[in-house]
């Protein structure tokens, strides 16, 4: 069954949203204009959706993470100007793994 979009009542919603596509988007663009990224946020998302792209391409593997084996992992960048280097993380390591950065800072 699907609902009805809660800011337009006429567009279904997205799966699991609350907004259908046009009002996401016009709520998004509304709030970009107050909360603009830094720049080096923006090379970080840049970055993520460079790779991101050449996964769903079928160029970039997933595979297991590389400290326990897990295969569901999610791919981290040691740096974002090698967007396409990077390196395969479980969820629990990669946790542990800014943890560990954090504390050394």
Not at 29 to 36: M, Q, V
Not at 47 to 76: E, F, M, V
Request: charged residues 30%.
């Amino acid at each position: 069954m699907k609902t009805i979009c809660g800011r337009c009542n006429v567009n279904p919603n997205r799966i699991g949203q609350r907004r259908c596509l046009v009002c996401h988007r016009e709520v998004m663009r509304e709030f970009r204009k107050t909360h603009s990224l830094k720049p080096d946020q923006r090379w970080e998302m840049n970055s993520r959706s460079y790779a991101n792209t050449y996964q769903k391409r079928g160029k970039l593997i997933p595979q297991s993470c590389w400290r326990c084996g897990d295969p569901k992992a999610q791919k981290h960048h040691p740096d974002y100007s090698k967007p396409l280097e990077v390196e395969w993380l479980c969820r629990t390591c990669h946790l542990l793994h800014h943890q560990n950065v954090r504390s050394m800072a």
